[in-house]
């Protein structure tokens, strides 16, 4: 809801500047940038038939790397399994679902039967290694811009072989918004010339939103 | 493509260039503050000798490779270990181009540290090549953007986050402000400068919308060690004292297929790099799928770099 | 030994002797020189860091100097068109005097954007046709096309009229004319390419405004005249020239009428930048009114514009005007005022605030002063020696028969 909120925010926050689409560009321009926003305009609103084909980047690093328990370690295949939603209170109590706001639980993304592996968008079984197909089932247009780059993180290469980042390597599963954190340091202004003023006027209509009154 | 143009006459530039250095050749020793007997490394940062060396553009590929490697013994003698100078040409069919996410750039500030370390940036003072700027979540305006922003936590509530560099302007108002072609856009679009014709004027940078521009107020200085040995002639090479520079999309990276240090950088992956020319890559599939802007597009600067949200 | 040699000898010997008072003028001037460079010296070893200059603010002190010096030597031209095209017989008596102030301008200019220059020891990749000039396209390069050219034409004309005055002889009219009227366009040229200099910056919209030209050719036109009266009256006062009234009467009336269109554009400007500020008017409303804490500029441009009002109010009594004190002050006014409006006035607020909005104030150092008073003094030296021929050849003290 809150992200929502944010992006609609962002958007009406770029309305303000007069976002320009691709499509809007000028066309009679001769610059090859303006070419490019030419043919963009012609391409667009079709979504492209593919995205390209990638591999995953190994995660040796980033989020939860390396804390992968098969859960065929305790869930044997043919177990019957309870599907009813409930709050998991033996095992598993370690496990804090903050994902989805309640609204999902553990058999929306783990397969049922094949413990070993999450459920893809059609009901089929999808490996770990490929999270991205499991998180599309609800976030497809995120999986889309995944798929095509640009969503996530291309490594290494801008040509070529493409590899991404997996979606665990930024996101945890149960808890996937990504934990804010102290900024690296900042611009180091020269010691020996004025220091640079800060002159921020907040407009009356500024005041008025802030104030909540007028 | 860059193929290299021979010289037009280079007998007739050289006649010219021994006469009216002649005259000045005192003066100019002066004002290096080095001897006349001093012998000519024409592309070393010194100035007076480089006069006579062609301009970059019109070198042969003789004289190139012969002062990229007087460069890399110059360079490996002074930081104590081997560097590479290399001139990677752009490559063929391919226009460089860059996106930024708003909704997923926190303001970490990692890509700024990453292009410092990667490009060799002067640490005194440190230079860097990026800005973030913390604005208004509301607004998009520059005027009262905080620079130093510095929080616990970031991002901090009701602030959004703009990245600035350079953005390789198609029509760039900076190399027509250069009075001597010691800037220009080089055929992939990327904005290069020659640190060792350029004599420091600082037109290009009064020049600049974005604020992009360097100057190198004392010689820069990387600590012993420091330095990333893999270099580019018109990009993160040692730099002299006096010049200006730039972001150069990590040319000597990108020009060998990959990525900018500052996209390699970013936790959250707001950065999105490519070839423009290219209808599969990441970056035409921003442009025709997001909303997008570019800064001060009312100038006609036609920057190659986009802000986009989903 | 030819004439031309004796000529230049005999000038020469004029331009180093004199007496102790003359001795004493050129060893203060020359001093002068000599801690300017001490301090130039010490910013070719440590770089530009020693001045005031930084990422934010990337000209100085050194562009507002060249800035109102390119101006100083194109009004030379106010004195050209009334000697030379309407042949006033009172004003040829000084023209060469207006010319050697427009060869100490121009070549001061020259100097104030090479100590300005990161690697001065690169400086003749910035010559014409020797290297690799972006011509047509940066309008530095043309700043460097156009002041050299306005220097050698102002020191061919005058050198070729003191010659032939040396013999006795006059230069025919018309075969001057075509030659003046080049030194009037170029004069002309000189300054609105200067301006163009900063006009052409669409990244400063402080100063990417039409007016802009105008305004320096206004200004230009009040400070220079003003500076030569002030100039022709301390040669009345110490040499045989004789600064005669009508000479007086005109450069004080182009000072006053040059410096109100001047203060008419101004206003006009101030009116367009802070009627409805926007966000392109902050430089405008650093200067005039200072950004919160950030207002150094305010107190100098205020006084600026006390200044000209000052001048135009003394010049217009016809009174004041006739009197010398008061005359001598509003000349005084004319040029302190015009040199920070359209020196500090106007480089140093295009960079507050920064494309990015960054506010970093200027404030230049000790070293940056000091080159800038050492090169003033070479500029007076280069005047001084110059207007000694002048004025000896002119006064018939000197010649090939005196």
Same mark, same amino acid.
């Given at each position: ?25 000028? =066309? ?67 496990? =804090? ?5 309640? =609204? ?19 009901? +089929? ?75 921020? +006027? ?10 909540? +009154?007028? | ?310 | ?9 005999? %000038? ?18 020359? /001093? ?91 400086? /003749? ?46 230069? %025919? ?76 009467? /005109? ?104 494309? /990015? ?46």
């Amino acid at each position: 809801m809150a992200r929502g909120a944010e992006i609609v925010a962002v958007v009406l926050l770029l309305g303000a500047c007069e976002p320009t689409r691709p499509a809007e560009l000028p =066309k009679q321009a001769t610059g090859d940038v303006r070419r490019i926003s030419t043919v963009a305009s012609t391409a667009a609103p079709a979504p492209p038939p593919r995205a390209p084909d990638f591999t995953l980047a190994p995660r040796d690093a980033g989020v939860g790397a390396g804390e992968y328990h098969p859960c065929t370690e305790c869930h044997e295949a043919g177990d019957e399994v309870d599907r009813r939603p409930r709050v998991l209170e033996d095992d598993h109590d370690d496990l =804090k679902l903050v994902h989805g706001t309640g =609204k999902i639980w553990c058999l929306d993304c783990h397969h049922p039967e094949e413990r070993d592996a999450l459920l893809g968008a059609r009901g +089929e079984a999808v490996p770990f290694a490929q999270p991205h197909r499991a998180c599309g089932r609800c976030h497809a247009g995120v999986a889309r811009d995944f798929a095509f780059g640009v969503h996530g993180r291309r490594e290494g290469n801008w040509r070529g072989e493409r590899v991404l980042l997996s979606c665990l390597a930024c996101h945890r599963a149960h808890d996937p918004a990504i934990a804010p954190r102290r900024p690296a340091s900042g611009p180091t202004p020269r010691a020996d010339l004025p220091q640079p003023v800060h002159h921020h +006027e907040p407009t009356r209509l500024h005041r008025a939103i802030e104030g909540g +009154e007028r | 493509m860059s193929a290299r143009r021979e010289p037009p006459c280079p007998s007739r530039r050289v006649a010219l260039k021994v006469l009216g250095a002649g005259a000045a050749t005192a003066a100019g020793s002066l004002l290096a503050g080095r001897s006349l007997a001093e012998p000519a490394e024409p592309t070393e940062s010194a100035g007076f000798w480089s006069f006579f060396r062609t301009h970059y553009k019109e070198m042969t590929r003789g004289e190139v490779d012969a002062m990229l490697a007087r460069l890399e013994r110059k360079y490996s003698r002074r930081h104590k270990q081997p560097v590479k100078v290399v001139n990677t040409p752009a490559p063929d069919g391919v226009l460089f181009g860059f996106a930024l996410s708003l909704e997923r750039c926190k303001g970490y500030r990692d890509c700024v540290h990453a292009c410092v370390k990667e490009n060799n940036l002067g640490r005194n003072p440190e230079m860097q090549y990026i800005r973030v700027l913390e604005i208004d979540r509301g607004e998009v305006k520059l005027a009262g953007a905080v620079h130093e922003y510095d929080h616990p936590t970031v991002p901090a509530e009701g602030k959004a986050y703009l990245p600035v560099q350079c953005f390789q302007c198609d029509d760039p108002p900076c190399v027509d402000a250069c009075p001597i072609d010691a800037t220009w856009m080089e055929p992939d679009g990327i904005v290069v400068v020659d640190y060792d014709h350029c004599i420091g004027c600082r037109y290009c940078m009064t020049a600049c919308p974005y604020w992009a521009r360097r100057f190198n107020w004392t010689t820069p200085s990387v600590p012993v060690g420091e330095l990333n040995p893999d270099t580019h002639y018109l990009g993160n090479r040692p730099r002299p004292g006096g010049v200006v520079e730039k972001c150069s999309y990590c040319i000597q990276r990108t020009r060998q297929g990959r990525q900018p240090a500052c996209q390699e950088a970013c936790p959250t992956g707001a950065r999105v790099f490519g070839n423009l020319l290219d209808p599969d890559s990441e970056i035409r599939y921003v442009l025709e799928h997001k909303t997008v802007f570019r800064l001060k597009e009312e100038l006609s600067t036609e920057p190659k770099f986009w802000y986009f949200t989903d | 030994m030819t004439i031309l040699m004796r000529f230049a000898l005999d %000038s020469l010997r004029v331009m180093l002797r004199g007496g102790p008072r003359y001795y004493a003028l050129l060893a203060v001037l020359v /001093l002068g020189v000599l801690v300017g460079l001490a301090a130039y010296v010490q910013q070719l070893q440590h770089g530009l860091i020693v001045t005031g200059m930084g990422d934010q603010v990337t000209w100085g002190v050194y562009i507002a100097n060249f800035t109102f010096l390119v101006g100083v030597a194109a009004a030379a031209v106010m004195v050209v068109i009334p000697a030379y095209v309407f042949g006033d017989a009172e004003m040829k008596r000084v023209v060469l005097i207006a010319e050697a102030m427009a060869v100490a301008a121009c070549a001061l200019a020259l100097l104030f954007v090479i100590v300005d220059l990161g690697r001065p020891d690169r400086m /003749l990749n910035i010559v014409p046709l020797l290297s690799h000039v972006n011509f047509p396209r940066s309008l530095l390069a043309w700043d460097v096309v156009v002041i050299p050219g306005y220097l050698v034409i102002n020191l061919v004309i005058p050198a070729a009229v003191l010659f032939a005055n040396y013999r006795g002889r006059t230069l %025919s009219h018309r075969r001057m004319m075509p030659v003046i009227l080049l030194a009037i366009l170029w004069a002309i040229a000189l300054h609105v390419v200067t301006a163009f200099l900063y006009v052409a910056d669409v990244a400063k919209p402080f100063w990417h405004s039409p007016l802009l030209g105008p305004r320096f050719l206004a200004s230009a036109f009040a400070s220079g005249p003003a500076l030569l009266l002030g100039v022709l009256h301390v040669l009345d006062a110490v040499t045989s020239l004789r600064l005669s009234d009508g000479v007086r009467r /005109l450069l004080a009336n182009i000072t006053a009428i040059a410096l109100q269109i001047n203060l008419v554009m101004l206003a006009a400007e101030i009116f367009t930048e802070l009627y409805r500020p926007t966000e392109h008017s902050l430089s405008a409303r650093y200067l005039f009114l200072g950004l919160g804490e950030a207002d150094g500029l305010v107190i100098w441009i205020r006084a600026a514009i006390a200044m000209e009002v000052t001048a135009v109010a003394i010049l217009m009594v016809p009174r004041l005007q006739r009197a010398t004190a008061p005359l001598l002050c509003a000349c005084a006014l004319t040029v302190f005022g015009v040199w920070i409006e359209k020196g500090m006035g106007l480089v140093v607020p295009g960079f507050i605030p920064t494309p /990015l909005g960054e506010v970093v104030e200027y404030v230049p150092t000790m070293v940056e002063t000091l080159v800038s008073l050492g090169l003033w003094c070479l500029g007076t030296l280069i005047f001084v020696l110059l207007a000694r021929p002048i004025i000896a050849i002119n006064e018939g003290v000197l010649g090939e028969n005196p």
